[in-house]
């Protein structure tokens, strides 16, 4: 599997970016796909993550409430929905996807940096 993300950029406080994540591949193989963030000098964050065949949703609680994740498995992708950004959001977001029965994500997208300005 092998992710593509896109839909970063520079943004003011309060606005909104929308991310994208295209899976190519085994794509029937995915479980679910995540997103996840980390920062300069932070640990990778959790961010979202929707089951691919049924769109159960999770997030983190740092953006719940604000980020919205969804899917359109007709064209094949994950989106990011990111309202109400504040500084603290100012990250490189990555996608990922875990397949059936895996614990850990194994294939992983390049990153997209979202950078908050206050």
């Known amino acids: 599997v092998q992710l593509q993300a896109s839909g970063g950029g520079l943004v003011q406080a309060g606005g909104s970016l929308r991310l994208s994540c295209a899976p190519s591949?085994?794509?029937?193989?995915?479980?679910?796909m995540g997103w996840f963030r980390q920062a300069p000098g932070k640990e990778r964050e959790f961010v979202a993550r929707?089951?691919?065949?049924?769109?159960?949703?999770y997030y983190g609680d740092s953006v719940k409430g604000r980020f919205t994740i969804s899917r359109d498995n007709a064209k094949n992708t994950v989106y990011l929905q990111m309202n109400s950004l504040k500084p603290d959001d100012t990250a490189v977001y990555y996608c990922?996807?875990?397949?059936?029965?895996?614990?850990?994500?194994?294939?992983w997208g390049q990153g997209t940096l979202v950078t908050v300005s206050s």
């Open positions: 990922a996807a875990r397949t059936l029965r895996a614990v850990d994500y194994a294939y």
């Open positions: 591949g085994r794509i029937s193989t995915i479980y679910d």
């Open positions: 929707i089951t691919w065949r049924d769109g159960k949703t």
